[in-house]
């Protein structure tokens, strides 16, 4: 049915009739008089709502009612006079001509029905196609929730999401997500009734929440149990007033508590591709307004209403949705921690090799990601329009776990050197030495047998009085020149005139016919301990940065996903420097990736004060900081990067861990 109808006409002999006809019109009608010689444009301005207009042919324009109202219906009066030349308007499905010379009250009568009929179909036809609007806006709102839902990766920002488009769709103040949960120790395949239903997250219009999560268990007895178990939506119109038998009930302490009133409230299921009930999804108090606070009874009892059947499919089709984009995230997680179980595994099988830089690859990654928070903060200077995701975060600590892969590809006994020499080559040496003083210590011993068979007793003793001492000499030279090879062995620079010392040491040698000649170093050995700084030579030291070429081509093989791409990249460069000093690629500053940047600040950090190896000391956080501000003058480490690393203290992230 339509209603106010309002009827506007020209022709004073047309409203005897019109006021009988539209008599019994259950519609209301208003009847008004229009004079289309004195503004025709004011007539046509009338025609709003549901309208009919009969006019005499004369003062009837089309041109006039464009645009013309939707629900206006014309009836057009005909009078054949001399001259006339009717122009039909039959073409148009708003006119009814009413064509007869003599205007007969029967025919102004059927015209009107008509009209009214033509209003009616009219307005049913706007209302389905109202219908049809609302329709596609609720599956084009349906379909842009499905999309990002489908798209969220952080658990809480999908269960926030999940509960606002939920609420904003049904127009609820309120709304709690509850997810199913196996208890330690109970199989996942197990049944529902041995699970546990948590609190995960809540929303409410009307009130402040504080709130934190909890686990209930899952009974049939609460209405979200209910619905979890029996898999169907549960639709109550006043929660106070439930049903006689029903074996759910309402816990209203928190109403008790907080002064609000529940009243609606739908409860929906949240199932998985394979139909099983993974969650629940709560909707509390339709509102007619969706901005309405609901902040006393009255306004309750004024403002709620029942969810209704279209409330109810909305919210079941986006609880669906929720429930595989939950299930989806879920493997998700499922599959990140599993692939980070692996890289974690991986790092520490690397770090075995060396022990003794256990835990290096966490403690970069950990200040790395550290350095890249605190950029998020900044709001100036030239870091101050950069912003990391969560998933270029994840990027980066990924980035700094795996700097270090490459070592896999490197000699252990290259990796793990702590002296110039290897062990092996060290206890060569010593045995060499050990061969050289009974060998010396025999040719006296010898020497002392034959006087003893050649010469007088007196000249013996002069003879093995010589012999002692110039043994004793020589034994003393060997002694002085093992320590100076020990000395020589450590990781220390090399002292003024230890080079020539050394090359004086090499020429010595032990000749014997039994044993040949003895050389008191060899030619290799000399090239060790003469290297200048460290433990290694330019051969090791270039197998040892070969690491980083290492790590970049066993990470070029992994199929990383977009938001992973740029691991290889971040890592291939953790050794570069901003000058082009470094390696492997020798880029400068422009080249270098952020990231990258950040990360050789943390490395070097993190070599200078890790516990002691082998080969150096560790040193102060002071002096570890006064380091890197060396580099940073040479031209090496970004100098921004570093300051914002000591103002903000990011060291002490693993500082405080240790």
Known sequence: MIRNIRILFDTERVKNVLERVTSGWAEGVELEFVNFSEDVADVYQ?????????????????????PRPDRHISVILWENEPGDTPTKFHHDTKVIEILRSTLKDYKVEYAMRQARNMLFLQAQNSLLQERVSQTERELRTLNRIGVALSAEKDIEALLDMILTKSREITSADAGTLYLVETPEGVDEGAPLEQKMLRFAWAQNDSLELDYSTFTMPLTPRSMAGNVALSGETLNVEDVYELPDGVEYGFDSSYDDKSGYRTRSVLTVPMKNHRNEVIGVMQLINRKRDFSIKLGTPQTVEREVLAFDIKNVALAGSLASQAGVALENMRLYEDIRNLFEGFIKASVHAIEQRDPTTSGHSERVAELTVGLAEAVNEIKEGPYGAVSFSREE??????????????KIGVREDVLIKAKKLYPGELEAIRARYQVLKKAIDAKYEHEKVRSLLEKTRDETRVIIKKYEGECEERMGELKEFLDFILKCNEPAVLEEGGFEHLQEIAKRAFSDKDLGTIPYLTEEEIERLSIGRGTLSAEEREEIESHVVHSYNFLKRIPWTKELRNVPEFAHSHHEKLDGSGYPQKI??????????????????DALTASDRPYKRAVPVEKALQILGYEESDGHIDPDLLKLFIDKKIYMRVIEEE
Not at 46 to 66: E, Q
Not at 393 to 406: K, M, V
């Open 588 to 605: 400068s500053a422009p080249e270098i990736p952020l990231p990258s940047r950040m990360m050789v600040i943390a490395d070097i950090f």
């Open 393 to 406: 975060l994840r990027e980066i600590r990924y980035a700094g776990l795996l700097h270090d892969f490459g």
């Open 46 to 66: 009338k025609l709003a709502g549901n309208t009919i207009l009969i006019c005499h042919h004369k003062h009837y324009s089309p041109a006039d009612l464009s």
